[in-house]
Structure formats: C-alpha cells, structure tokens
C-alpha cells in the first residue's frame, strides 16, 4: 500500500519516530486526517494506516504474524525481550470510540523496537524494524482478519 503523506495536505503529523535496525529504518508516525488520528508506518515506499482498534488487534496477534510479512526467515524469538532495560524514545496514545493504544518507542539493549500496548485488554507487541519494514508493506485489510477474534485470544473481554 503506497501513498504520500507529504502530499497529503489535510493530514498533519503530530509525532514522529524511527526504529532502526540493521538493514532497515522505518519511520512511524502519529498523524490526524479528517478521519481520526492513525498510526503511519512507513518504509521506503511502503506506507500502512491503522487506527487504534486495528492496532488493538495487532497487540493480541502472534509474534509468529510477523513472520508472514517479511521476506526470509524471521526470528523473532531471539528479538523478544523484557522491557526492563528499555530507554523510551517517544510515546503516544492513539484512541477512538472504539479502542486505545499505547505506543512506544524504546531503545532496548537488543535494538531499537516499537511496543504497541493496549492497555483495556492487558496485551502488547514488540516489533523491531524489520517487523514493521513488513506490517508497512501489507494492505490495510490484514486489520479485518486479526478483528475475527474481536477480543483477542479464546474470543472474550479482559
């Protein structure tokens, strides 16, 4: 999915990041379109939108989801880490009628990495740059299939 926030004149941008990694750096941004506020990822060419409900779903999702949009092996089990040593380089929240978020950009002693929490449902995410270098390239309808299990894993509220 590919569009042009610059050329986008009715979108303002209200933070920015970048999480680097070794052969890649994406730049996510907290934007505010007529529709509400978004989170871009964005990575090269490559631009994803999501709101805080479709970022909900992302927290609850396997980190074996990733492995799906990237090219090559994805270990992600040698990226996941704890938090406690994490140095927060930004952090927002994204909401809407619907859900909240909390996203954060941390420098961990193992890489940079993107945590997406949703703090109502007790799940969160840690993404390093080569995760988000593939959630950037999918199409904004992956969000529709994480949604089939609306309140996350065994399907019932927190």
């Known amino acids: 999915m590919t569009d042009s926030t610059e050329g986008d004149h009715y ?10 990694g070794d052969d890649v ?3 996510v941004r907290r934007i505010r379109t007529p529709k509400g506020e978004r989170l871009e990822v964005r990575a090269g ?6 709101d805080a409900l479709g970022l909900e779903s992302l927290s609850w ?9 990237v090219d090559g092996e994805y270990d992600f089990a040698r990226r996941s880490e704890s938090d406690a040593d994490d140095d927060v380089d930004c952090e927002f929240t994204l909401s ?9 950009s941390v420098a961990s002693p193992a890489g940079d990495r993107l945590v997406i929490e949703a703090p109502k449902k007790h799940f969160s995410v840690r993404v ?3 995760g988000l270098e593939g959630l950037a390239a999918q199409d904004t309808s992956i969000f529709s299939e994480f949604l089939e299990t609306p309140h996350g894993p065994g399907g019932h509220a927190h």
């Open 11 to 20: 979108i303002e941008i209200a933070e920015e990041t970048e999480i680097r």
């Open 25 to 27: 750096a994406v730049t």
């Open 45 to 50: 060419e490559d631009v994803l939108r999501a």
């Open 61 to 69: 999702q396997d980190v074996d989801v990733f492995a799906d949009f």
């Open 96 to 104: 809407n009628e619907y859900a909240d978020v909390v996203v954060r």
């Open 128 to 130: 390093d740059a080569a």
